[in-house]
Every structure is written in C-alpha cells, then in structure tokens.
C-alpha cells in the first residue's frame, strides 16, 4: 500500500516515470489470482515497454483517432505501439481498438498485420454534425480486433430470451462441405452478431458505455484475465474489468481520479507479475 500511494504521489508529480523504461522480465511471481486493477500516468508507449512479455490476455481501448483539435487527439506511433501489443500479447491474446473513417485506414496501415474482423457499434445519436452538407451523417464506429498468434480467445455471448429447438441430421453444403448431425437440443437466445446497438455514454471524452465495454471484455477474457487499456482515460473499463473480476491495467496521459479510486489499484508493479499467472 505504501509503495502504491508513493508510486501514485511520483506519477502524479511527475507524470512519468524517474528511470527510463526498462523491459522488466522479472522473477515472476504470479500475483494471487484476485483481481486486481493498476494505472500508469504517462505515455503508453513508454509504459508497456516495461510489461512483462506475453502478460497480457485482451488489450482493449478506445484511443485517440487524430481528426480533432482536442489536444489530447494527437495520432499515436501505430508501429510502435503493435510491436509492444504483440510482445505483451499472449499467443491467444486479442487486440480490440475503436476507430472510424479515415482513422481505421491509418490504423490498418500501420498495424504490421491486417485486422482479423471488425465489429459495429451503432450510436443512439449522430456524430457529424458539421458534414452534414458534405458527406452523410453517421453513427456507427467501426472496432478492429486482431486476433493473437495461434488459439485466439473467444467466449461467444448470447443474447436475448427466446428458445429455441433444434436438430439436424447433418448436410453436405457447397459452401461448406458436410456438416455434423445435432441431437435435439434447446437453447435460448442466439450468439452476438458483430453489430452492437448500444446508447453512448458521455462523460468527457467518454463515449463507450459501460455495457458494449462488458460484452467486449466477457468475450474475450476469462475471470483472472488481465484486460490493458492503454488510454483509459477516466477508467471506466477498469471499474467494469473489476467488476468482473478481471484484472486491468489502465495507462493515460492524465489522472482523472473518480474512477479510477474506485479501482483501488493495489500495485504499480502488478503487470510485470503476471506472466503466465
Ligand atoms: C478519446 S479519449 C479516450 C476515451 C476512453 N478510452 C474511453 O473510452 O473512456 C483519449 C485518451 O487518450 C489519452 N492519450 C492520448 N495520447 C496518449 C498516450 N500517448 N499515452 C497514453 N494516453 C494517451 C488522452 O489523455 C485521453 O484521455
């Protein structure tokens, strides 16, 4: 605990940290498999690059797309930063990330690698208001995932009520050849579509509710899992990551206190024990 409050106390004087950012490879001693949330003050780049290699299960975050003059909307080294996701990826880890025209281009660009599948999150409310004039009005925002290396995680969700019986002798498909026979069987409700309908949530700069969060993080992580979200902003996702019992792992460029209390990181360190936990 003393050790957090005078990592917290530096980070927020500071903002960065004193040493420069070192590959820590750590004896490993895996953290108790209790939950347990952390936040970074500073640079992402800068702070993953002290992450343990394959530490991480899901890196999910909504960052900044470059086409505002907000001055936090700056466009982030893309390069850099799949090097480091990959090296702290797991080898079924995923990596989620928000965009939209033009900046999924940039994205997909930059990314060493082209994205696996995309969701689609459509918005209550437009988001263009300006264009209307030139261009039509939009409300949906595109998320890009990258699947790991080999065994992608994924925890397909269903949703709603209705069930529903059925069976199949099985097929023999042009499209995709013979399918295997199914016994009865009686489910309910039908496996998430990648088309998301969900409000926005705004507070600040926020927009992602804490539901598409939840949906985000449960399928692709189990209890225990570690969740990054590299500009976490107020951290939301780490009181949802908690409240599921994941453990998360927030980096920004600022401190925005409300939330991220309510996280109650433990330990600055937590990260670079946890490989393999
Ligand atoms: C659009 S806001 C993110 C909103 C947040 N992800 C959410 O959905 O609640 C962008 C955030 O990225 C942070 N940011 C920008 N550049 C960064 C960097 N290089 N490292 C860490 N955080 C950064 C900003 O401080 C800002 O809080």
């Known amino acids: 605990m003393i050790s957090y409050l005078i990592d917290l106390f530096r980070s927020l004087c500071v903002g960065r940290p004193s040493k420069p950012p070192t590959a820590i490879k750590a ?8 939950m347990a949330t952390t936040f970074y003050k500073g640079d992402n780049l800068h702070w993953l690059k002290t992450f343990a290699d394959k530490s991480v299960h899901l890196i999910y975050f909504n960052p900044p797309f470059g086409t505002t003059q907000n001055d936090w909307d700056h466009k982030l080294d893309w390069t850099a930063l799949f090097a480091e996701f990959d090296r702290v990826l797991r080898d079924d880890g995923n990596i989620v990330i928000h965009c939209s025209v033009p900046f999924n281009y940039t994205l997909i660009r930059e990314a060493p690698r082209p994205p696996s599948y995309s969701w689609y999150w459509k918005k209550e409310k437009i988001t263009n208001p300006f264009l209307a004039k030139i261009q039509p009005l939009r409300n949906t925002e595109e998320i890009l995932v990258w699947r790991g290396r080999s065994k992608a995680a994924y925890y397909p969700q269903r949703v709603g009520d209705e069930e529903r019986t059925f069976t199949s002798k099985g097929n023999n498909t042009t499209y995709y050849g013979a399918t295997t026979p ?7 409700g039908h496996y998430q579509t990648h088309f998301l309908d969900y409000k926005r949530s705004i507070d600040g700069f926020a927009t992602r509710p804490a539901e598409l969060i939840e949906l985000i993080i449960k399928s692709y992580t189990k209890e225990g899992d570690v969740v990054v979200d590299p500009t976490c902003y107020k951290g939301l ?3 949802v990551a908690k409240s599921l019992g994941r453990r998360w792992v927030g980096i920004d460029l600022h ?7 309510e996280c109650s990181p433990p330990s600055q360190k937590a990260l670079n024990t946890l490989v393999n936990a």
């Open 237 to 239: 996702s780490g009181v």
């Open 255 to 261: 401190f925005f206190p409300s939330l991220l209390l």
């Open 27 to 34: 004896e490993v001693k895996p953290l108790p498999r209790q």
């Open 182 to 188: 199914q016994k009865a069987q009686t489910v309910k």
